[in-house]
């Protein structure tokens, strides 16, 4: 029996609900593949600052370093939407992102044939799309210093927020992105803003130059505003995304609606020797938290990815997107993702159906 201890960071809004689910399925799956799930629950975003002041405590942190890996679901809302900046719940979530190393984000979005009436975009467009877009997760606009609102010497206040990367952040993101380009179609796009922006021009230089040692991936180029278009223009052009931190959250989404719903994306956060953190694309949703509508399957997808990129269990991984793939086959669907003549259902019937199509 494989054995693995996992952190569970429900947080706020959706995220409990969506877990419960995500909790259950993995149990499920171990059962059938001998694996032996050892879960703690800690705390994070606006639950850890109603419980204990913060977003993000040391014990949370700690007991995240020491697992083997952290499922995340999400956390915010409009109750902590005032508290400033560093009480704030996404606070916490940088910090946990920051504290585990996790340079890495990668965000699938592959059209399943099965949601391709879910889209808002024509069946000829998104029919066989299949995207992975490397977002920077630790540096960029999101960490750079200095940040903050001052007062001049006026008076007036300014805010500021500051766009920088070094060679070596840049470098260990273009080397995660070759490599996962590597395994894919072989065609690398980095998006950047090198027409105006100096910390473009670097990155754009660093990739051209680690290119030399990837020949056989195809390395291009875009501007982030024209990549916006493009993906909805034509997403099939698109193989691997390369991008930094603030772009790839913006285009992550972009991304995710090709797909049909942000409800089915899931992401894994990697970085160096530490445990990975997995968790949907989407927030806490917090229009329909509590209400049992939201959509498990970007959460349950990505507890598979958890198997597969941080715990290396592939077997039981795919036997979750089986799963997934068989319940929409079945025509179960949650509101997000609803057409015409499908069964409809809420967040705890999914996952009800679910454990029955893995039994
Ligand atoms: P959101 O992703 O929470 O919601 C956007 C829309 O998508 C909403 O209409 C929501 O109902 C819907 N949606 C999202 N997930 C869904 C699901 N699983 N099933 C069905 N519908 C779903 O983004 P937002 O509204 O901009 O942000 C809400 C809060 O979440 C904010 O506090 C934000 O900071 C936070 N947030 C957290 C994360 C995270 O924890 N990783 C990510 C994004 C936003
Ligand atoms: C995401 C979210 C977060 C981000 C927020 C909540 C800090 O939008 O995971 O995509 O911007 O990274
Ligand atoms: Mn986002």
Redesign the pocket.
């Known amino acids: 029996t494989n054995q693995y201890s996992i952190t569970l960071l429900p947080g706020d809004g959706i995220g409990p609900e969506i877990m419960d689910v995500t909790v259950k399925v993995l149990e499920a799956v171990g059962k059938q593949c001998d694996i032996k799930f050892n879960f703690q629950t800690a705390l994070i975003g606006g639950a850890a600052i109603d419980a204990k002041g913060v977003p993000l405590t040391p014990e949370t942190v700690e007991t995240c370093l020491k697992s083997d890996s952290v499922l995340l679901a999400a ?2 809302g409009y109750k902590w939407d005032n508290l400033p900046r560093e009480l704030r719940p ?1 606070t916490g ?2 910090g946990i992102r920051a504290a585990l190393e996790l340079f890495a984000n990668l965000r699938p979005a592959t059209i399943l044939p099965q949601l391709i009436d879910a889209s808002s975009l024509k069946k000829e467009v998104v029919e066989g799309v299949d995207i992975m877009v490397v977002r920077e ?1 630790t540096g960029g606009i ?1 960490f750079g210093q200095p940040k903050g609102i001052f007062t001049s010497e006026t008076g007036e206040q300014r805010g500021v927020n500051t766009m920088a990367y070094t060679v070596s952040e840049i470098d260990r993101i273009a080397r995660v992105a070759f490599e996962t380009a590597q395994k894919r179609q072989k065609r690398l796009c980095s998006v950047d803003k090198a027409n105006v922006l100096d910390v473009s021009q670097l990155w754009r230089d660093r990739l051209i130059k680690m290119s030399e040692e990837y020949p056989d991936v195809e390395l291009t180029h875009m501007y982030v505003d024209n990549a916006a278009m493009q993906l909805v223009r034509n997403p099939k052009q698109f193989d691997t995304i390369v991008t930094g ?1 603030l772009f790839g ?1 913006i285009l ?2 972009a991304a995710a609606m090709l797909t049909g719903s942000i409800g089915m994306l899931p992401s894994a956060s990697l970085g160096a020797n530490r445990p990975g953190l997995f ?1 949907p ?1 989407h ?1 806490s949703a917090p229009d329909i938290a509590g209400q049992d509508k939201a959509n498990p399957l970007a959460q349950v997808l990505s507890a598979a990815m958890m198997l597969r990129y941080g715990l290396n269990e592939p077997e039981a991984a795919t036997k979750i997107e089986e799963a997934v793939l068989k319940v929409l086959d079945l025509g179960y669907r949650t509101g997000d993702i609803m057409s015409e003549g499908a069964k409809a259902v809420g967040c705890q019937e999914m996952g009800k159906v679910l454990l029955q199509v893995l039994e």
Do not use: A, K, Q, T
């Open positions: 956390i915010g996404e979530l940088l997760l999101y931190n959250d992550s989404d968790e694309v927030g």
